[in-house]
């Protein structure tokens, strides 16, 4: 349900809040409940590697329950994401789905509770936080992205390129091990790294 809420902090006119809800009568009767479903969208949802696109809904479906501090609120959050794959750069979408339970009172500590008005609670900043925490920072195009060759920058997902192979990192401090170790000659003509034992001959 949308209703009118009075000028935010710093406003410069009037604004349709479409998150609050009205919570006098649950408030009223202690352990009442109430289902909410409410879709809208909600501005600069973004991080750095990833945002809901403006415009897009942001889904609230929730239960709101009188409690003896205030309202306790508990269900699902839901939008879509849009960014940029962290391996090859191309776009890269996903859906969000985030279980919340938080506590709403009139007078709390702004670290673990949400504010709540006297007859009604604005669910905009639950909504918010939510998304913002579940947004992926390095996002992936898709599981398994070959990425972009870091040599001439061709996208291995759709092309292949001439370039050689990028040894392991794993095995980069061996392999320089192996071609700078000087060799010495065992009895069966194997060639090792200095100071490393060979066979003898029977």
Same mark, same amino acid.
């Given at each position: 349900?949308?209703?009118?809420?009075?000028?935010?902090?710093?406003?410069?006119?009037?604004?349709?809040?479409?998150?609050?809800?009205?919570?006098?009568?649950?408030?009223?009767?202690?352990?009442?409940?109430?289902?909410?479903?409410?879709?809208?969208?909600?501005?600069?949802?973004?991080?750095?590697?990833?945002?809901?696109?403006?415009?897009?809904?942001?889904?609230v479906d929730v239960v709101l329950e009188?409690?003896?501090?205030?309202?306790?609120?508990? &269900?699902?959050?839901?939008?879509?994401?849009?960014? #940029? @794959?962290?391996?090859?750069? $191309?776009?890269?979408? =996903?859906? *969000? /789905?985030?279980?919340?339970?938080?506590?709403?009172?009139?007078?709390?500590?702004?670290?673990?509770?949400?504010?709540?008005?006297?007859?009604?609670?604005?669910?905009?900043?639950?909504?918010?936080?939510?998304?913002?925490?579940?947004?992926?920072?390095?996002?992936l195009c898709r599981e398994g992205c070959?990425?972009?060759?870091?040599?001439? &920058?061709?996208?291995?997902?759709?092309?292949?390129? #001439? @370039?050689?192979?990028?040894? $392991?990192?794993?095995? =980069?401090? *061996? /392999?320089?091990?192996?071609?700078?170790?000087?060799?010495?000659?065992?009895?069966?003509?194997?060639?090792?790294?200095?100071?490393?034992?060979?066979?003898?001959?029977?």
């Amino acid at each position: 349900m949308t209703v009118p809420s009075p000028k935010t902090h710093g406003s410069t006119g009037s604004r349709q809040r479409t998150f609050v809800v009205p919570v006098a009568e649950l408030l009223r009767q202690p352990g009442s409940r109430r289902h909410v479903v409410h879709a809208a969208p909600i501005e600069d949802l973004a991080v750095s590697g990833s945002r809901v696109p403006a415009g897009v809904d942001v889904a609230v479906d929730v239960v709101l329950e009188s409690v003896h501090d205030g309202i306790l609120v508990t &269900g699902t959050i839901g939008s879509s994401w849009e960014g #940029a @794959c962290r391996r090859c750069l $191309e776009p890269a979408h =996903g859906e *969000l /789905s985030v279980e919340v339970r938080e506590l709403c009172v009139l007078d709390g500590d702004e670290e673990t509770t949400y504010p709540l008005d006297v007859d009604r609670l604005d669910l905009e900043p639950i909504a918010h936080d939510a998304c913002i925490l579940a947004l992926p920072l390095a996002p992936l195009c898709r599981e398994g992205c070959l990425g972009l060759c870091p040599e001439c &920058g061709a996208n291995r997902n759709v092309e292949r390129c #001439a @370039c050689p192979p990028s040894p $392991e990192i794993r095995w =980069g401090t *061996l /392999s320089l091990v192996r071609d700078e170790a000087p060799q010495v000659q065992t009895a069966r003509g194997a060639t090792l790294p200095d100071g490393v034992a060979g066979e003898t001959a029977d």
